[in-house]
């Protein structure tokens, strides 16, 4: 029986996944989050197989949440479902311990593969994005400029692109203001950019983010 734990911030999407995975023989629901602090110690109880893990989250981020639940030293495998459809957010993700990462655009025979498939302690990415992956290795950072940023500059860019501000960016990722300012102006440097508007128009032009 493979356990599994269900985190999205949005109640409808994980209901729909929990009934999906009670009705199938070898999987049990064991719990359901929709926040990455409510995950990790829900992952550190219950110690569950798989954790399906929604990306957007209102407190951490998937990656730090990733880290986090790897960190437990639990053996627990953790399948990404996200709405971006993007290599840089997987390659990040897989980096930091992932097993998986699977768009929300997938069919439920592909989700359902995809859980057993890490429960056997294998990898899976969803093909479309495993060949943006393998045609980046040939890339240059003037191919994909946001890759020359360090993961915590990349949750500064994409929380600064979304319209949060500096303090706010401080609270939510446990950083001084004056660090914060810091990474902002070394993104700003190496991306070639001006001010926040260009980062929010930058991540939109990039799909990291979506504003609809």
């Given amino acids: 029986m493979i356990k599994i734990l269900v985190v999205d911030d949005h109640t409808l999407v994980?209901?729909?996944?929990c009934r999906l995975l009670d009705g199938e023989s070898d999987m049990q629901v064991v719990g359901q989050a929709g926040s990455g602090h409510k995950a990790v110690e829900l992952s550190r109880e219950r110690q569950p197989d798989v954790v399906i893990l929604d990306y957007s989250l209102p407190?951490?981020?998937g990656l730090e949440t990733t880290r986090q639940i790897i960190a437990l030293d639990q053996g627990i495998r953790v399948l990404i479902l996200t709405m971006y459809a993007n290599e840089?957010?997987?390659?990040?993700l897989?980096?930091?311990?992932?097993?998986?990462?699977?768009v929300k655009a997938a069919s439920t025979d592909e989700l359902l593969g995809a859980i057993r498939k890490v429960a056997r302690k294998g990898v899976y990415v969803s093909p479309s994005i495993m060949e943006k992956m393998v045609s980046r290795m040939g890339q240059t950072p003037e191919?994909?400029?946001e890759s020359v940023l360090s993961d915590r500059e990349m949750?500064?860019?994409l929380r600064l692109a979304k319209g949060a501000t500096t303090r706010e960016?401080?609270?939510?990722?446990?950083?001084?203001v004056s660090t914060v300012e810091t990474y902002r102006s070394r993104i700003l440097e190496k991306l070639n950019l001006?001010?926040?508007s260009d980062l929010t128009r930058f991540a939109i032009r990039r799909g990291l983010i979506d504003l609809d």
């Fill in 169 to 176: 960016v401080s609270g939510s990722l446990s950083l001084s």
């Fill in 14 to 17: 994980r209901d729909g996944l």
């Fill in 155 to 157: 949750q500064v860019l």
């Fill in 143 to 145: 191919d994909a400029p």
């Fill in 194 to 196: 001006r001010n926040n």
């Fill in 88 to 92: 840089e957010y997987a390659t990040r």
């Fill in 94 to 102: 897989i980096r930091a311990g992932a097993a998986g990462f699977l």
């Fill in 59 to 61: 407190d951490l981020d």
